[in-house]
């Protein structure tokens, strides 16, 4: 099954940027979507297809997808991004989709 | 507006089958290319993929789970229902549906109901 590698944990303060990846094996030909979860919700679908974000989500999400490694950058980080972060694909040789372990992202 | 939401047991002993219901509103499971996934997450962990079903019957499982899931719809009800055997400890988890759409990640999601396996 395909595997999506986050780093645990990313820490930013208020007004910089956060940069929060995805890797996964020539995940650059694949569309990858992208999750905020906070604390006891449900997941917020943030960046979908590499870098298209849902209506009424700020520009400041921005997705990018190239080689092994997508990532999420999130500018001008408030207190309110703070958040666990999925990143998801579908795995078409498993017929499924498949998250990322999740990144936790604390602003300082 | 679209709206989904979760129900069943919030307690469930080991061996025994978890029946989980999603009824939804908003949308139909007969429009060409809508579909319903379930999706889990237990306490402090990662969110994991369990099963998708398209407007069409079209059904796709976890892999690693596929033998004990199996994923069911009734349009009439819009009731989308999921049913996992020989439930664990491990099993222990909330577990969400949300609404999809053929080539589309999920984007509509319930509140969730957490679903805890204990003797």
């Known amino acids: 099954s395909y595997v999506l590698t986050q780093p645990p944990s990313v820490s930013v303060a208020p007004g910089q940027t956060a940069r929060i990846t995805c890797g996964g094996d020539n995940i650059g030909s694949k569309s990858v979507h992208w999750y905020q979860q906070r604390p006891g919700q449900a997941p917020v679908l943030v960046v979908y297809?590499?870098?298209d974000r849902p209506s009424g989500i700020p520009e400041r999400f921005f997705g990018s997808n190239s080689g092994n490694t997508a990532t999420l950058t999130i500018s001008r980080v408030e207190a309110g991004d703070e958040a666990d972060y999925y990143c998801?694909?579908?795995?078409?040789?498993?017929?499924?989709?498949?998250f990322g372990s999740g990144t936790k992202v604390t602003v300082l | 507006q679209i709206t989904l939401k979760e129900s069943g047991p919030t307690l469930v002993k080991p061996t025994q089958t978890l029946t989980l219901t999603c009824t939804f509103s908003?949308?139909?499971?007969?429009?060409?290319?809508?579909?319903v996934g379930w999706i889990r997450q237990p306490p402090g962990e990662a969110l994991e993929w369990l099963a998708l079903i398209y407007w069409d019957d079209d059904k796709h499982y976890n892999p690693s789970l596929k033998s004990r899931l199996t994923i069911t719809k009734d349009t009439s009800k819009n009731h989308v229902v999921l049913n996992m055997t020989n439930m664990d400890p491990v099993d222990t988890a909330t577990y969400y549906c949300?609404?999809?759409?053929?080539?589309?990640?999920?984007?509509?999601w319930g509140q969730g109901t957490l679903v805890t396996v204990s003797s």
């Open positions: 949300a609404h999809l759409e053929a080539q589309t990640p999920p984007d509509y």
């Open positions: 908003g949308f139909s499971l007969s429009t060409s290319g809508v579909g």
């Open positions: 297809d590499d870098s």
């Open positions: 998801q694909l579908w795995d078409n040789s498993g017929d499924h989709f498949v």
